[in-house]
């Protein structure tokens, strides 16, 4: 449902993909022409239908040949509005128009008409200079690609797309520097080709430059994440790092230090017959020639069985990469063992390149020591450095799967193990005279191991043996793929659980108590993720709650009805008792108060919510005068309102949101608070209601969400919880959204508004009232406000919720022990708190020491 809040505003539309993307193309007039650009000079030069012909690479393409021997200065421009063949005239069309497309749009045309030929001009000029220099010195890589001629319009492109993240929010500026960078550094180290080097300092030099285009060095400054976007982050370049085994493949380059294995596949298959002819006379002896021992190498590795197994690490970081993005522990783990194995194997796998790629005279003798280290740091920087980002960013992947899943999953891949290794080994002994060389038990042990390696890794290490019988030959291709197909399904359904069945079963009975008995203005919160919930013996009553430390924290009222209220209190208090738990009933209201007097127990404010009442609701008077001003603002200067869900959302504004919130959670740089504050993750739930201030732009200017009050079946009122809003925003825009929403709801019939508990507030106090004598939980409580407003503004916040002419209804924590109050204040500080980084600590400290 959306729509306007009152006859005299404009009712309020998101726009759709389609007219997002109509809206995009209209402002994108440089990256339109480029594309034009690219076509021309391909029907010109000739590379619309094939590889640039010899006299064009010579007049227009750069390299050390062109632009240094030849004295050729103009080639690092024409380079990049030329395309080499059809492949690169789609690719460079298809990013002119969506990555260039996407600089020009934010940061306008004649910056991106800048940043593309000056970051381009810098990639192609500085990366042939650097081969220039370096081929005269000798150096390898240099040495290897100066005969390279390039054409690449790509280069300016990515350059352009780098400058234009300084341009951009925190939340795409971040994604698309990691990942563009992580995409380019897996061509510089599995290619090596020249364009993917002037590209990574085209990329360079577009962070650069960005920040001298915006004039803001803090562009240059890595930002907070949220854990959200961590997660997608690292997931992002997991991913793409598992594809750099592929481009090795088909590139089949040994001008860097990951092109492991891609020689391994000969153009054409060879028979066992061949190579016994060759090499038999030297079975017997104690060490194959050079030339046996690649034939061998390149025959144990052929095959399709084969070739799906020198896939597996890809498609193993792959699936971790599906796991992390959902923060699973499970996938943090894979993806860590895989890179530990390509470590583990680098030195094999390089005796696998040099023997296969015929690099001749050996390493050694190309490589002087310099050269050497160089390329073994280049080897073992890629892996290292996924497993330390991985370390670091640990505390994000905690979801577990539950034990028994775990059992399962285990007995699975290790019978599989077992048997697929038990049973090749088996008919490789019946079959063992037919294995060339000749092969031992021993031999045909070690044998077994290496079917479920990939061969890249492998291929060149002794025993290699080769079966004759046709059976043990499809059993040497398939137990491999076979045992690491179910490692994946496996691993993948093992990903999947949770607890899903129990808790799934237990929000449906909870949801359904929550409708018919209500739980108060802040019951809904009950069904947020964190929460375990407790059914009374009957079955009509529910506690939310979370233990920590042994103390067992309610999430607000019990869900019952008013005469069960003593009942369920009691039975929730046994239930804690019998888990030898400290029962803590947090942010209830005053309605519970006196079951827990006849209890014994204490109580203590510790928050103040205020309440709306929306019947008969006018915005008139002096108390409402700002309210007023902010609405009657807002409708000048175009803002409408939507009221609607996450699920009814176009894609468009679904990115608006998250890069607000990843703004709000950068600027921030103090650690998240949960518990009782939602974040996106709780937007996303369908009983959830969304209002949305929407610019005259059609831009979203600010965001807030709701929850459902429900009594006897039906919503009675809105509880709000995530606020948020841009930095370019109108000023009350706010207020605007929140007095929207009131007469929404007034229409709507509700009968309460409620801005929520204001966390260690306390209301003003009336004509003649006096404040309560203070107790050590109150001093302790005025003490946490008093330290944490400089980081959190609760003060601030609640005195922003005065202008909507609250009520007040005060919210308490009653708890049974006096003793138990430290251990229930750190339970309640991790409750809020619950992942703190150092970092983050840090600058939570510093931020309330100013």
């Known amino acids: 449902m959306s729509g306007a809040v009152t006859d005299a505003e404009p009712k309020g539309r998101l726009h759709s993909t389609a007219e997002t993307l109509g809206g995009f193309v209209r402002r994108i007039p440089f990256s339109i022409a480029l594309a034009v650009v690219l076509i021309a000079t391909a029907v010109v030069t000739g590379t619309l239908f094939g590889s640039a012909p010899q006299a064009t690479s010579e007049t227009w393409a750069a390299g050390v040949t062109t632009t240094f021997d030849g004295a050729r200065w103009w080639t690092v421009v024409s380079a990049l509005v030329i395309p080499f063949d059809p492949f690169q005239l789609v690719a460079g069309v298809i990013a002119a128009i969506l990555l260039l497309g996407v600089a020009e749009r934010r940061m306008g045309t004649w910056r991106a008409i800048v940043a593309f030929f000056v970051t381009g001009v810098v990639g192609v000029g500085l990366g042939t200079w650097v081969q220039w220099i370096g081929s005269l010195a000798g150096e390898w890589w240099a040495t290897g690609t100066s005969a390279d001629l390039t054409l690449d319009p790509l280069t300016g492109i990515v350059g352009a797309l780098i400058t234009a993240t300084a341009f951009m929010g925190v939340l795409w500026r971040r994604r698309i520097r990691v990942v563009t960078l992580a995409f380019i550094l897996v061509f510089v180290l599995y290619d090596g080709d020249s364009s993917n080097v002037y590209r990574l300092i085209a990329a360079v030099a577009g962070y650069f430059l960005g920040a001298i285009l915006t004039r803001d060095a803090s562009t240059l400054r890595a930002r907070r994440s949220s854990h959200r976007e961590i997660r997608t982050l690292v997931a992002s370049v997991v ?13 089949r380059s040994d001008l860097t230090p990951f092109g492991f294995g891609s020689y391994l596949y000969a153009d054409e298959p060879l028979a ?14 104690t060490a194959l020639g050079d030339a046996c021992v690649k034939l061998l190498a390149l025959m144990s590795a052929q095959g399709f069985g084969m070739f799906l197994l020198s896939f597996v690490p890809v498609l193993l970081l792959l699936v971790a990469a599906w796991g992390l993005r959902s923060g699973r522990r499970f996938a943090r783990w894979l993806a860590i063992a895989v890179n530990v194995a390509i470590l583990l194997f680098a030195r094999s796998a390089l005796d696998v390149t040099i023997t296969t790629a015929d690099v001749e005279a050996g390493l050694w003798s190309v490589f002087d020591i310099g050269e050497a280290i160089v390329w073994i740091l280049a080897v073992l920087a890629l892996p290292i450095g996924i497993i330390v980002m991985l370390f670091v960013t640990r ?112 929000a449906a009975r909870l949801r359904a108590l929550l409708r018919r008995n209500g739980g108060g203005t802040l019951g809904f919160m009950a069904t947020w993720p964190g929460n375990v919930s407790w059914f009374s013996d009957d079955g009509e009553s529910a506690v939310a709650y979370r233990v920590i430390n042994g103390i067992a924290i309610t999430m607000s009222d019990p869900i019952c009805a008013p005469e069960n209220d003593g009942r369920v209190i009691r039975e929730f208090a046994a239930f804690c008792d019998a888990n030898s738990w400290v029962p803590v009933f947090y942010s209830v209201h005053p309605r519970y108060l006196p079951v827990f007097e006849e209890l014994g127990w204490q109580d203590t404010p510790v928050g103040e919510e205020t309440l709306v009442r929306t019947r008969g609701l006018e915005l008139t008077g002096k108390p409402w005068q700002k309210v007023r001003q902010a609405l009657n603002r807002g409708i000048k200067e175009g803002l409408t309102t939507v009221w609607t869900s996450w699920d009814e959302l176009p894609l468009a504004t679904i990115a608006e949101i998250n890069a607000i919130s990843e703004e709000w959670v950068a600027e921030k740089e103090l650690p998240e608070m949960g518990f009782t504050l939602g974040g996106m993750e709780e937007l996303k739930d369908p009983d959830v209601r969304l209002m949305l201030a929407v610019g005259a732009d059609g831009r979203l200017q600010a965001v807030t969400s709701w929850l459902p009050v429900y009594r006897d079946g039906e919503v009675t009122g809105w509880t709000i919880d995530f606020m948020r809003r841009t930095d370019g925003s109108m000023n009350g825009v706010m207020e605007f959204l929140i007095a929207s929403a009131a007469l929404h709801m007034k229409e709507a019939g509700a009968e309460v508004l409620s801005l929520s508990g204001a966390p260690l507030a306390t209301k003003p106090l009336g004509p003649g009232e006096e404040a309560p004598e203070p107790t050590a939980m109150t001093r302790l409580l005025d003490f946490l406000a008093g330290t944490l407003e400089p980081a959190y503004g609760f003060s601030s916040l ?43 600590a840090v600058a939570l400290v510093r931020t309330l020491s100013k």
Request: glycine share 6%.
């Open 272 to 285: 066992l017959d061949a190579v016994v002819a060759q090499c038999g006379g030297q079975a017997g002896s």
């Open 395 to 506: 505390r994000h992947f905690q979801i577990r799967a539950p034990r028994p899943a775990y059992t399962r999953f285990v007995v699975i891949v290790a019978t599989s193990f077992l048997a697929l290794a038990a049973l090749y080994f088996v008919v490789g002994l019946v079959t063992l005279g037919e294995y060339w060389p000749a092969a031992s038990p021993w031999d045909l042990l070690l044998d077994t191991f290496k079917r479920f390696v990939p061969p890249h890794f492998l291929a060149v290490v002794d025993p290699i043996v080769l079966p004759g019988h046709d059976l043990t030959s499809a059993l040497y291709q398939f137990v491999g793929p076979l045992f690491w197909g179910i490692f994946i399904v496996a691993a993948l359904w093992l990903m999947s659980r949770s607890d899903a069945g129990t808790r799934s079963a237990d």
């Open 798 to 840: 609640f005195r922003f919720k005065a202008k909507f002419n609250p009520e007040y209804e005060t919210i308490s924590m009653a708890y049974p022990d006096t003793l138990a109050l430290p251990a229930i204040g750190l339970a309640i500080g991790k409750a809020y708190l619950p992942e703190v980084s150092p970092q983050e």
């Open 239 to 251: 991913a793409v790092t598992a594809i750099g085994p592929i481009v090795a493949f088909v590139n």
